[in-house]
């Protein structure tokens, strides 16, 4: 074969609706130029077996760019440099919206219902080689090409469809695991819709198994449609069933919601009067507190004790109801009124040291009566928790609240406080030095500086 007529340009000359397209001549030399379109793949082939592969690019043929060709067919070195090959152009273009659909239905087992009922399903995926060797080696053998229609056919209206082994190796498999997936995700089939890509899916992983002996692989598979038997009888029993369950289930929530809001309205309303009452407690524990608080901070500001209070208000009592219990007229309301004054005076005696002796002239008759009664009252006490007056006894008698301890010590001469150390814990006054002899009267009172006893009035040393 003279030189000249040898190829030295390889490039792509088939139609476009070509998957596998071989080139026509079978003698090369070494240094022609090897053209592959985008998209496109370059096979050398001999004896059976798909060798050395090109991707898209200009390729100037060399033994070291043909290593696998070169090893089971020793390519010239010399003179001619001739090898004799043969060359495939694969196509490696992506096929969209090739559609699919199941020739018949597929009985299946409901498992929810326990019904058998008829399916039926279609759609459309994407195709693309994925290896062009084995797809050389397992479609073409000894042909000169494989069309793109020999797997996807474009019809009349423009819509491409699989044909031959392909389609009915969808459909097969299709139909031999679509109950399966159904029934292992547990889809109800009147809610099938709702799951089509899970289904597509898992039909997809199953199919690519087997495409990829071929050297196709389908990078999306969509179910479009799930064809239910709607004039099936148990088909529309199942749907009754679903129906009623749906209403019972319904029916269900809604008491539940109901029940629950209402335990929430109770448990609010709980909370709320649970916090009014803490806040009124709180109010009137804070009320207390302040009307204390003021009554001790006047109490201090006038300069006397809480037993001296007591016993001025008892004094201004007697005072104020002098006369009220002897009677309308006669001696008994002169009585009466004697009576009073002595227990005015016997109270108040206490509190502002009252020089009795002063007006024993008016009073000597009822000397002995007002002492009985003084004595009477500087032993009674006011109860602290209610109120109650002129209490003799150790136990209130109104609420039961055992007489105060009357506390023991010394009198400050500054502020009238009662302690018990060295200093007055109100006013810092350090205690008197005991200069001053005291005494006690017969009708109780002690510890007494002056000549006088100021409860009853009785004269020291008489």
Known sequence: ???????????????????????????FHLGSQLIVHESQEAIFFRDGKALDLFGAGRHTLTTQKLPLLDKIYKIPTGGEELFHTEVYYINKVLHTNVKWGTDSKVRMFDPISGLSVDLGASGEFTLTV????????????????LKTQDIVDTNIYDVKVLTGKF??????????ILSRIITENKINILEVDAHVETIGNALKDEINEVFDEYGLYIPEFYVNNIITPDDDPNFRKMREQYAEKYLLVK?????????????????????????????????????????????????????????????????????ENMGKGGGTGGSGAGIGDVVGVGVALGALGGVVNVAKDAMKPVFEDTKEMGANVGNALKDSWVCPSCGKAGITTKF????????????????????????????????????????????DCECGEKNITGKFCPNCGKKKGE
């Open 1 to 27: 074969m003279a030189k000249e007529e040898l190829i030295s340009v390889i490039k792509y000359e088939g139609p476009n609706d070509v998957l596998i397209w071989k080139y026509p001549k079978e003698d």
């Open 130 to 145: 994925s290896d062009s060797r084995k797809l050389l080696i397992k479609l073409v053998g000894t042909t000169s090409s």
């Open 167 to 176: 389609r009915a190796l969808v459909v097969s498999k299709v139909k031999a």
């Open 251 to 319: 029916d269900e929530q809604i008491k539940k919601d109901v029940a629950l809001a209402e335990q929430q309205r109770r448990i609010v309303e709980a909370q709320t009067g649970a916090q009014e009452e803490i806040i009124k407690a709180q109010a009137s524990a804070e009320a207390y507190r302040l009307k204390a608080q003021a009554e001790a901070q006047e109490m201090q500001m006038k300069g006397y004790t809480y037993q001296q209070e007591t016993q001025r208000q008892v004094g201004v009592g007697a005072v």
């Open 396 to 439: 209130c008698p109104e609420c039961g609240s055992k007489k105060p301890e009357t506390p023991k010590g010394w009198t400050c001469p500054e502020c009238g406080t009662i302690n018990r150390g060295k200093f007055c814990t109100e006013c810092g006054a350090k205690k008197p030095e005991n200069t001053v002899s005291t005494w």
